[in-house]
């Protein structure tokens, strides 16, 4: 079948069409290529068409597409283990990892996505805390979790508004909206709440607004008035964390917070999220102690093995992310030589090897009002020609462009390349 025939005809059996709204490519009005297979840096979708992907999965196929490795790993571990809603070794080789690989993170909790883990730590911090709101930034994105779904209103910093339908404002009351890059918002915020603020979550290289690195004196900042107001610091690296480093952003930055949230590259491509931090705060947990959460899939050992293979491969050969650091660092040069010659206005941030371009005619994006300038419409017509050019990117202006180990310098000078027969 056609992609517009299956994906037409998943609109009858799935809202949209899709698991996940952003698949339904809405914003940029192109049909989604349904999607067949992938190997390395390419996929194929269903007409036979190959794409050089720069989606990645949104992050999680930093190998790429079914590296061998990954899938050995899924194999073997398939052929005798599938779930036993039991404890295997499995899952104690990858926490034992993790917390012998990263900094802050002396015990970990493992769970089946990155909506789970952070709104199982914000629980866990609240509980250990006693105190009941939360802060969180303007664009910054934590899942689907009601308490997450606030944007801050035209400068109404304090009190929120539910960025979606079936989300009661009582279930709200709690989340406290503040401006990225800007700890001003946040010192109010503090003043106001003082005795009654548990926690401080933030994308320390967000993501989900375009990729924006937080400034290294904002999270300076942000580190002291959390110890202050004896506040929990969460980093949210769902994304970030194994990608932008191995250790993630916070080795980046050399600030610590005291809970982190991991998802997407943790599991190698299967669905996982886990959440860690101080031994102190951890053991609050059921059944040590009195907060409860808990998950018939958390550690299922497919997916443990799948993170395993992945996170040791990274782990053990740090030069990937130096060949990463290379070829992204050539994709956003061309990027804003090409928009030069063009005469497009452009800002490129990067952080790694996630990089978003701007279609902005302001002088830098530092946060979500920045990141709203951006000119829709000609986002969607780059993103019509890139796509039929062969360049799998995110159908969103307010995504982030993932390299994975397998791209080549080949592969960015066709990414360039296609930009390049842009025609405004
Ligand atoms: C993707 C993402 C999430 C949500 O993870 P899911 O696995 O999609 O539920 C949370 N936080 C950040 C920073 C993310 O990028």
Redesign the pocket.
């Known amino acids: 079948m056609r992609n517009l025939d299956i994906f037409n005809e998943s609109k009858k059996y799935m809202p949209g069409g899709v698991n996940?709204p952003v698949r339904a490519y809405k914003d940029v009005d192109v049909t989604p290529p349904i999607i067949k297979k992938g190997k390395g840096a390419y996929i194929y979708d269903e007409e036979g068409n190959k794409y050089i992907d720069f989606v990645c999965a949104?992050?999680p196929m930093i190998l790429g597409h079914c590296d061998d490795d990954v899938v050995k790993a899924i194999q073997n571990t398939a052929a005798e283990s599938i779930a036993f809603g039991a404890s295997t070794e499995i899952e104690l080789k990858l926490a034992k990892h993790i917390c012998s690989t990263v900094d802050s993170v002396e015990m970990i909790r493992m769970v089946n996505?990155?909506?789970?883990?952070?709104m199982s730590v914000v629980k866990l911090a609240r509980g250990y805390t006693k105190k009941n709101k939360m802060i969180k930034f303007a664009g910054?994105?934590?899942?689907?979790a009601g308490g997450f779904l606030v944007e801050a209103g035209s400068g109404v910093l304090t009190e929120g508004i539910p960025g979606s339908a079936g989300v009661p404002k009582e279930s709200i009351v709690n989340t406290l909206i503040a401006n990225y890059n800007d700890i001003q918002s946040v010192k109010v915020l503090f003043e106001k709440y003082s005795d009654d603020i548990a926690c401080v979550i933030i994308?320390p290289v967000a993501?989900?607004m375009g990729v924006i690195p937080a400034e290294k004196e904002f999270l300076l900042e942000l580190r002291k008035i959390c110890d202050k107001y004896n506040s929990l610091l969460i980093f949210?690296?769902?994304?970030?964390g194994f990608r932008v480093a191995y250790k993630g952003a916070q080795s980046i930055y050399g600030i610590y917070p005291d809970l982190i949230?991991y998802?997407?590259i943790m599991g190698g491509g299967l669905?996982c999220?886990a959440y860690g931090g101080k031994k102190e705060i951890m053991e609050m947990l059921s059944p040590m102690g009195p907060v409860y959460q808990a998950g018939t899939m958390s550690g299922n050992p497919v997916v443990m093995a799948a993170g395993y293979a992945s996170l040791t491969k990274l782990y053990n050969n740090p030069s990937v992310y130096e060949n990463m650091e290379k070829l992204s660092q050539k994709l956003q040069k061309g990027l804003l030589e090409i928009a030069k010659e063009k005469g497009i206005p452009m800002v490129v941030n990067r952080c790694g090897s996630m990089i978003t371009a701007f279609f902005t005619k302001k002088r830098e994006v530092r946060n979500f009002e920045d990141a709203k300038t951006c000119d829709a419409k000609l986002f969607a017509k780059y993103f019509e020609h890139m796509i039929k050019s062969g360049i799998n990117i995110a159908p969103s202006q307010f995504e982030a462009i993932f390299l994975c180990t397998k791209h080549t310098d080949e592969d960015i000078e066709s990414f360039l390349e296609a930009f390049r027969s842009f025609e405004l």
């Open positions: 996940s949104w992050g996505s990155g909506t789970e883990a952070t910054c994105y934590h899942g689907h994308e993501g989900n949210d690296e769902v994304m970030s949230t998802a997407k669905p999220g």
